[in-house]
T-cell receptor, first 114, second 112 residues
């Protein structure tokens, strides 16, 4: 069972470069999320999607863009990377908003911006 | 706004010791509460949950009780194992949005 798959798992960028992180889920989940994890700060929500073709801002959206053209994929883009975006990025998905709270997470993508 | 506060780590215990990781929250309404665990090199996994006051969530020997009066959801385990070494996150979901608010995480290291 693949679950939630993130690519790439590691990436080093120079300031100003752009890149896209891909999240793919094979569970037919409606809801998808991008979080970033920083030491001492837990996980913070960047953007999320409640269905194909929809996106919305989370807690820390600045400097990021997202797209959900297909239900199974949720892309996170950095147009002009900054050192402050050095972080570990996690994608998550869930089927229902019935208060179950069970998000399924990918293994993370570690991004370093020099 | 809604927030979650966890005890500072790291927490270092010997095998078979009793574990408590404190978690308190601030939220409007009646949020659902969760504990997630992150093993080294992996994503987060749901450990247990409670959706209303006085509910007790339990899984793999871990327990947590939703205490509305003290706005707390402390994680406990009676006898930890080396394999429990991980980072533990407390989280809340308010209003059936699917958006979780996480605490900062507490690292647990269990020594043989």
């Amino acid at each position: 069972n693949a679950g939630v798959t993130q690519t790439p798992k590691f990436r080093v960028l120079k300031t100003g470069q752009s890149m896209t992180l891909l999240c793919a889920q094979d569970m037919n989940h409606e809801y998808m999320y991008w979080y970033r994890q920083d030491p001492g700060m837990g996980l913070r929500l960047i953007h999320y999607s409640v269905g194909e073709g929809t996106t919305a801002k989370g807690e820390v959206p600045d400097g990021y863009n997202v797209s959900r053209l297909k239900k199974q994929n949720f892309l996170l883009g950095l147009e002009s990377a900054a050192p402050s975006q050095t972080s570990v990025y996690f994608c998550a998905s869930t089927r229902s908003l019935q208060g179950t709270g069970e998000l399924f997470f990918g293994e993370g993508s570690r991004l370093t911006v020099l | 706004g809604n927030s979650v506060t966890q005890m500072e780590g790291p927490v270092t215990l010997s095998e078979e010791a009793f574990l408590t990781i404190n978690c308190t929250y601030t939220a409007t309404g009646y949020p659902s509460l969760f504990w997630y665990v992150q093993y080294p090199g992996e994503g987060l996994q749901l450990l247990l949950k409670a959706t209303k006051a006085d509910d007790k969530g339990s899984n793999k020997g871990f327990e947590a009780t939703y205490r509305k009066e003290t706005t707390s959801f402390h994680l406990e385990k009676g006898s930890v194992q080396v394999s429990d070494s991980a980072v533990y996150f407390c989280a809340l979901e308010s209003g059936n949005t699917g958006k979780l608010i996480f605490g900062q995480g507490t690292t647990l290291q269990v020594k043989p």
